[in-house]
């Protein structure tokens, strides 16, 4: 089983950015998909989720309006579009499946700079 994040890297204050998941060795159609995040001395926290078929996703108040999550079920892939990026938006973010099991990515570093 492996989520790999990419897309992360430094961006200029209302800049975006945006991140992919690949998923492979689980049915990743049946899974519910996140995006979590941690940023430094912090807690890690949920940022996004969708369903295993799509449906209407949920956001932290925190980046409501301004990130986006989605899916391609065929390419077994998992989009966070981040937009309007701020210093505060600064984590490690990671993708997160769950269902039967769960499963983690090793994260990608988001760095939005003041």
């Known amino acids: 089983v492996q989520l790999v994040e990419s897309g992360g890297g430094l961006v200029q204050p209302g800049g975006s950015l945006r991140l992919s998941c690949a998923a492979s060795g689980f049915t990743f159609s049946n899974y519910v998909m996140r995006w979590h995040r941690q940023a430094p001395g912090k807690e890690r926290e949920l940022v996004a989720a969708?369903?295993?078929?799509?449906?209407?996703?949920f956001y932290a108040d925190s980046v409501k309006g301004r990130f986006t999550i989605s899916r391609v079920n065929a390419k077994n892939t998992v989009y966070l579009q981040m937009n309007s990026l701020t210093p505060e938006d600064t984590a490690v973010y990671y993708c997160?499946?769950?269902?039967?099991?769960?499963?983690w990515g090793q994260g990608t570093q988001v760095t939005g700079s003041s």
């Open positions: 997160n499946a769950i269902w039967r099991y769960e499963y």
């Open positions: 969708i369903g295993s078929i799509g449906g209407r996703p």
